[in-house]
């Protein structure tokens, strides 16, 4: 690969997938003792945006690496990793779910969608519709994350004040400050409704 | 991470036998383990997978009573129509805890296993009698805000970080744990262990035990509940401090009453000093200021957290009228 080719897409990944040979582990003690040999792989099957992907993980990937960086599903954006800004939200089954703090290996043969397969050929999702109408974002960098969750928050028990909106909204954390116009395209769609 | 093993247990059975090896650990929603993982802070060799267990139902039986199974999930317990009339205590708690995406995998079971949010706790750079017994507490001298002003040790002042066991301690839960030889009950009260001289002991549940129902009974009290949470933001934030409250009134004397803290203290903080001020009492502001501040009158403040005492007093105060208003309600 030359140089020029090189970009934060194809850049070799470092990470619980790949990582493990070249970054030893520590363990609660500090001792470094790691070897690429401990590394567990196991086989898992997961039904991504409607099609079966067989997949060799590290027990250790998270769904959010293994999506990312096995499936070049970039959508799903890695925020805090520790399930405190929502930025890697996905549907599991239907259900939204911090894709960080749950493991690969746990997902067989579970239905997975992220925002990539939100949308139906080339027509948007709704609420992809209303992001765009209402300019909910600014960098972005939230915005796939709060549409899965917008996108799942209408089918589930949300009270209808503006509110609501913001409590059922609020496992998703916009550091640019997005909110007034979130809160405005999720209403669109409720109204809607 | 260090690497493990994994596998997936098929029944409780299964789940049991499998958990055997040294340093397994079932893994549920995985919400707090798998954080702790990444930290370094928890370092199991094998995870024995529970989520294929069938013990995912809320059953309301003939007795007014409901058992939960332990790996219902959060946001499916906080919407369950039955439990938000009759226990709106323990809803309100679930739906003030985490995120949606959160609650969606958080389970019964794992909730009352989850661990402290002391930062101490998880960063491995800092002394921690919980994470690393005889170590120390850097807690003690160090920053303080969000530790415990009840029930600390001069181990540990962490707090214990639920909501939902919080409403359990209030509606007299009972906790069903399954060994290899069979099953026993733990009152939700006496579930969680504190800190004394032995931190990393946290709850009753032995190495090889798995919680597999909640019990929660009928009670006059459970229908007028409520709990109120105060943190550093409106919401997506661990408490700073909480406060359940359950009562049944005839007119406007209390004859019955729970109160319980969260967020202030090493595990969810049944006040008995707060119900005596209230059993029998005429239900107003004086009455309940002052069951208020019997709760708190034990309170050891630290460096930066004096101002939980206060905090505590109303979040108990506002429980409390909005469990009689509750009661008003259903009168009226």
């Not at chain 2, 919400?31 to 199991?44: F, G, N, S």
């Amino acid at each position: 690969m030359s140089h020029e080719e090189r970009n934060r897409r194809n850049f070799p990944p470092m990470n619980a997938n790949t990582g493990a040979a070249t970054m030893p582990d520590v363990d609660a003690q500090g001792a470094s003792h790691i070897q690429a040999s401990d590394m567990v792989m196991q086989s898992v099957s997961l039904r991504v945006n409607g099609t079966v992907r067989q997949l060799e993980v590290d027990t250790r990937a998270t769904l959010l690496d293994s999506l990312r960086e096995q499936l070049s599903l970039f959508g799903t954006k890695k925020g805090c990793d520790h399930g405190q800004c929502g930025a890697c939200t996905i549907h599991v089954n239907g259900r939204r779910v911090n894709a960080c703090l749950t493991l690969a290996v746990m997902h067989d043969g579970d239905e997975i969608t992220t925002i990539e397969g939100l949308a139906s050929h080339d027509a948007l999702h709704p609420v992809q519709e209303a992001f765009v109408e209402h300019d909910a974002f600014q960098c972005g960098y939230c915005t796939p994350g709060q549409i899965m969750s917008a996108a799942a928050l209408l089918k589930e028990p949300c009270g209808p004040e503006d509110d609501d909106i913001r409590e059922c909204m609020s496992g998703n954390i916009c550091r640019c400050g997005a909110y007034p116009n979130i809160v405005a395209a999720v209403k669109s769609l409720r109204n809607r409704a | 991470m260090i690497p493990f093993t994994y596998v997936k247990a098929k029944d409780t059975h299964d789940a049991l036998q499998r958990v055997r090896d040294h340093n397994a650990v079932f893994v549920a929603g995985g919400t707090t383990l798998i954080d702790l993982m990444k930290l370094d802070v928890m370092t199991p060799s094998s995870l024995v997978d529970i989520n294929r267990l069938p013990l995912d139902t809320i059953e309301h039986l003939p007795d007014g009573s409901v058992r939960i199974g332990a790996m219902v999930r959060n946001s499916d317990l906080a919407h369950d129509q039955t439990v938000a009339t009759r226990f709106p205590v323990l809803s309100q708690a679930l739906l003030s805890g985490g995120s949606p995406q959160l609650r969606n995998v958080a389970t019964t079971g794992g909730n009352l296993m989850q661990r402290t949010r002391c930062y101490y706790f998880r960063d491995t750079a800092y002394a921690c009698n919980k994470r690393q017994p005889g170590s120390g507490c850097a807690a003690i001298d160090g920053y303080n805000r969000i530790h415990a002003v009840l029930g600390g040790s001069d181990h540990c002042i962490a707090t214990h970080p639920s909501d939902m066991a919080v409403a359990l301690v209030a509606l007299d839960a009972v906790v069903h744990i399954q060994g290899r030889d069979g099953e026993r009950t733990v009152p939700a009260g006496e579930f969680h262990l504190l800190p004394g001289q032995t931190p990393h002991l946290e709850t009753v549940v032995q190495p090889g035990e798995l919680i597999t129902y909640v019990t929660v009974p009928k009670s006059p009290f459970a229908a007028h509940s409520a709990y109120v949470k105060l943190r550093d933001r409106a919401s997506y934030e661990f408490a700073l401090a909480s406060a359940a409250a359950a009562l049944e009134l005839e007119g406007h004397r209390i004859r019955a009453v729970r109160v319980v803290l969260g967020g202030v203290a090493s595990k969810p903080w049944r006040s008995p000093e707060a119900e005596h001020v209230l059993n029998g009492a005429t239900a107003d502001e004086q009455t309940l200021q002052a069951a208020a501040a019997a709760a708190m009158k034990g309170a050891t403040p630290h460096r930066h957290n004096a101002f939980k005492i206060e905090l505590a007093k109303r979040a108990i105060v506002r429980a409390l009228k909005n469990a009689i208003q509750s009661t008003e309600e259903k009168q009226s």
